[in-house]
């Protein structure tokens, strides 16, 4: 179970005092999705859920461990294994094919490369993109990129799956797909969270957290 205690954040020489002590749990087995105005702290939220900032106040909890002290490495691993990362910008590196961006945070988590594989197969069939797995990242459109990540977010079986506007450059058949499997996933027992300003996601979310 993923939850936060008393959370308040301001980016280094900032002023800005985000959240002002907000207390939150993320039900597992829902797609919540986390709205509120432009700069209200959104996607810093996310940064701090997925371990990647630390809160300048409060606590996150993963399973009842206050992740937010732990130690840099423990948090590392905690990254690696236990959350699935989809920016809106998918950002996978050109260089690669796709199968290679999809299997590479497994690899990080400690899978085999035949075990990442496999179930790297399994997500790309799932996202539809399984036919341009040979494929470099410029070679596949917008959609079939952010369905890649998606495939990369979930192949190392994460308890949360972290999403930033993933719907955000997507027509309305490719958002439906999208929010589709993340109801599939969040069947399986995941913690779903999705920043969002598209209303359909919204609408189509188990739980909101709205940010003032
Ligand atoms: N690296 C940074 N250093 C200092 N301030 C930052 C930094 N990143 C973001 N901010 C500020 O922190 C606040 C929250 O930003 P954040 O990106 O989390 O908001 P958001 O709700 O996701 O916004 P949007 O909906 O426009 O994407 C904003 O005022 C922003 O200008």
């Known amino acids: 179970m993923l939850a936060i205690t008393d959370v308040a954040f301001s980016y280094p020489h900032s002023k800005e005092v985000l959240y002002n002590g907000l207390s939150h749990t993320f039900t597992p087995g829902a797609v919540s999705s986390v709205t509120g105005p432009s700069g209200c702290g959104k996607s810093t939220l996310l940064y701090i859920l997925g371990l990647m900032l630390r809160p300048s106040q409060g606590h996150v909890f993963l399973n009842e461990i206050a992740l937010s002290a732990a130690p840099n490495l423990a948090r590392a691993r905690a990254r690696a294994t236990s959350f699935g990362f989809v920016f809106q910008d998918s950002a996978l ?7 290679d ?7 990080y988590a400690g899978w085999s490369r035949a075990d990442a594989a496999v179930r790297a197969r399994e997500l790309m069939d799932l996202t539809q993109v399984n036919y341009r797995a040979s ?3 410029g070679q596949i459109s917008g959609g079939q990129a952010q369905r890649v990540a998606l495939a990369r977010a979930l192949v190392n079986d994460p308890q949360v799956v972290l999403a930033d506007e993933p719907t955000g450059n997507l027509d309305k058949a490719n ?3 999208v929010l589709d499997i993340f109801h599939q996933q969040a069947a399986l027992g995941r913690t779903i969270i999705v920043v969002t300003h598209d209303p359909f996601v919204v609408a189509n979310s188990d739980e909101i957290l709205e940010l003032i």
Do not use: M
Not at 93 to 99: K, Q
Not at 101 to 107: D, G, R
């Open 93 to 99: 590196d050109p260089t690669r094919s796709i199968l």
């Open 101 to 107: 961006a999809v299997i590479e945070p497994a690899l």
């Open 135 to 137: 494929h470099k990242p």
């Open 175 to 177: 958002a439906e797909i």
